[in-house]
């Protein structure tokens, strides 16, 4: 098993960053699904942040990489209103 039971058992402690909860639960669906894992079961509760945040800066201004990222960011990542090219983390 990739996840250890201690992170995918319990939902993380709340905090004060949105972002924060929202980017470890997209984070874990995205390598649970690369895995062929089912994602914790918690990691679906946590909703998306309000406005789209890019998870590479150089997306926040050239138009073309910003637009690659909002059309090919994996499923996990889009449903929680972050973005990032479709390759993101193919090393993880």
């Known amino acids: 098993m990739f996840f250890s039971h201690s992170i995918t058992s319990r939902p993380p402690k709340r905090t004060a960053f949105a972002a924060v909860l929202a980017g470890l639960a997209a984070l874990l669906d995205f390598f649970a699904q690369r895995t062929g894992q089912p994602a914790p079961a918690w990691a679906s509760a946590i909703s998306g942040l309000?406005?789209?945040?890019?998870?590479?800066?150089s997306a926040a201004t050239p138009k073309r990489l910003r637009r690659m990222c909002e059309e090919e960011s994996p499923g996990p990542l889009k449903r929680r209103n972050l973005f990032a090219p479709a390759d993101y983390l193919w090393f993880a």
Do not use: D, E, K, N
């Open 50 to 57: 309000p406005a789209a945040r890019f998870l590479l800066r």
